[in-house]
T-cell receptor, first 113, second 109 residues
């Protein structure tokens, strides 16, 4: 069964450094998402992406965050200057047409020191 | 603010029993409703989805939706120890998913 893949599985970064999280969505999917989950808390929406542009973003997704689909297969989340509070699991999800469910990758655990 | 509320649990049931998990949501405009299972440290795994009022069955799982009451539930029949996990209710708000905090289910053998 097709799956969403995320790399790396764990990223440790110094505060203030830039980090790029990578995702390969399911190949025929059109909608792409990033969510995050701080330890012990809810899964929170960050951003949705369709037709090569952001379709919706949350209050969390401020100017430090950006997303890109550079080559038609990868979907990346960049955090420009990381903060301690950015430490969380980051999940990529993709979705086909219509009301199809979103499928999640295994996540990247981001640890900011 | 669109909210999804779940009892955090833990809900403890004996092996072989029926586990009943509940969820309420605030946005009457929500169209699609999902149950995800999440093991500790892992990603959400889709269990069931439902779009219309009523029941939807898939194997040991039944999702129930009542839009008038803004209520979604998940029944797990013949519960197994491997069903022990956190169950996340999620509803659509536009295209994005709005998640509840999850209910911890413990199935005791």
């Amino acid at each position: 069964e097709p799956e969403v893949t995320q790399t790396p599985s764990h990223q440790v970064t110094q505060m203030g450094q830039e980090v790029i999280l990578r995702c390969v969505p399911i190949s025929n999917h059109l909608y792409f998402y990033w969510y995050r989950q701080i330890l012990g808390q809810k899964v929170e929406f960050l951003v949705s992406f369709y037709n090569n542009e952001i379709s919706e973003k949350s209050e969390i997704f401020d100017d430090q965050f950006s997303v890109e689909r550079p080559d038609g297969s990868n979907f990346t989340l960049k955090i420009r200057s990381t903060k301690l509070e950015d430490s969380a699991m980051y999940f990529c999800a993709s979705q086909g047409l219509g009301n199809q469910p979103q499928h999640f990758g295994d996540g990247t655990r981001l640890s900011i020191l | 603010q669109k909210e999804v509320e779940q009892n955090s649990g833990p809900l403890s049931v004996p092996e072989g029993a029926i586990a009943s998990l509940n969820c309420t949501y605030s946005d009457r405009g929500s169209q699609s409703f999902f149950w995800y299972r999440q093991y500790s440290g892992k990603s959400p795994e889709l269990i069931m989805f439902i779009y219309s009022n009523g029941d939807k069955e898939d194997g040991r799982f039944t999702a129930q939706l009542n839009k008038a009451s803004q209520y979604v539930s998940l029944l797990i029949r013949d519960s197994q120890p491997s069903d022990s996990a956190t169950y996340l209710c999620a509803v659509t708000g536009g295209n994005k998913l709005v998640f509840g905090a999850g209910t911890i289910l413990r199935v005791k053998s």
